[in-house]
């Protein structure tokens, strides 16, 4: 399965302010992308409108799944997505975020879920609701729903935010079970959460 993402003369617009204006570029399967700016710049504007969660003032985003064009209503069964402004479920408890999260998409069938959550520091919170989680742990727990999905996409916006030294390390561990044939897309101003990647686009 080979997806690609297309951006044809994509704009976008708040009031009288063009964040970003006539973006042509193709996410190509298999590609590892950061897009790099400065804060403000609309990093995160790009990532919403690639995933179909903010829409373009003008030009358009096309999905493609083997070359056959994908209906934007079906987008969200190819991607997973993390991004700092992105709530959790704070009533749930961990593993109730993590049975719901993988109701929703399949995990994936390469990794140890229990593994991860033992790597990650959060294996004895199981109980624990996440409203009662530190900022870190709670950032810990979206990238083990986003990198965990089985998808073909993965959108992520400064993933390493409240994550300390042990934690970005962690992270790049994460990355580095991904599958060649998987793409990812970085937002971010810090090396450390973008240093695998292949390309670079500037949204300055």
Excluded at 10 to 37: C, E, M, P
Excluded at 50 to 78: K, V
Excluded at 148 to 176: A, H, K, M, R, T
């Amino acid at each position: 399965m080979a997806i690609e993402v297309e951006l044809k003369q994509v704009s976008k617009r708040f009031k009288r302010d063009w964040i970003i204006q006539h973006v042509d570029y193709t996410f190509a399967s298999g590609d590892n992308t950061a897009v790099l700016g400065a804060n403000g710049s609309g990093k995160s504007t790009l990532l919403k409108i690639l995933c179909g969660y903010m829409a373009t003032t003008e030009g358009e985003i096309i999905w493609r799944n083997d070359g056959q064009e994908i209906d934007p209503a079906s987008w969200h069964h190819f991607f997973a997505y993390t991004a700092p402004y992105l709530e959790l479920i704070e009533e749930y408890t961990l593993q109730e975020c993590l049975d719901f999260h993988f109701s929703l998409k399949s995990l994936r069938t390469d990794i140890d879920l229990e593994e991860w959550l033992e790597e990650s520091g959060l294996s004895k919170h199981k109980s624990k609701q996440v409203q009662n989680f530190s900022s870190g742990m709670k950032q810990r727990l979206k990238l083990i729903l986003t990198l965990g999905s089985n998808v073909q996409i993965y959108f992520l916006d400064e993933p390493c935010s409240n994550l300390d030294e042990s934690g970005i390390q962690w992270y790049q561990q994460l990355i580095s079970t991904l599958s060649l044939d998987k793409t990812i897309v970085v937002a971010s101003n810090s090396h450390d959460e973008y240093a695998f990647c292949d390309k670079t686009i500037s949204v300055n």
